[in-house]
């Protein structure tokens, strides 16, 4: 039976885990964009751009099934889905 601190232990590590796959994927779509419009791929950049947001939405999601608000726990995340919203 799992104990409340390995749910919790869980919870975060999915929050982390997730949140680093979105500021890795994010850095690489801006990599990316900043290249000169020779080498520049705007396919590798589109897929970059949904995996980051992907991540971001993932790790806001296990925030708030934790019970915590995303907006503090996963910030950079919250905010990357606030400004980019569809």
Not at 8 to 17: K, Q
Not at 39 to 65: C, I, M, P, Q
Request: negative net charge.
């Amino acid at each position: 039976m799992e104990t409340i601190i390995q749910k919790i232990e869980a919870s975060v590590a999915d929050i982390v885990e997730y949140a680093s796959m979105h500021a890795e994927r994010y850095e690489r779509y801006c990599d990316e964009c900043d290249k000169p419009s020779h080498s520049y791929n705007h396919e590798r950049a589109n897929t970059l751009f949904k995996a980051a947001e992907r991540y971001a939405e993932y790790s806001v999601d296990a925030a708030e099934s934790a019970g915590l608000d995303p907006k503090i726990v996963t910030y950079s995340c919250w905010s990357f889905l606030d400004r980019y919203k569809s």
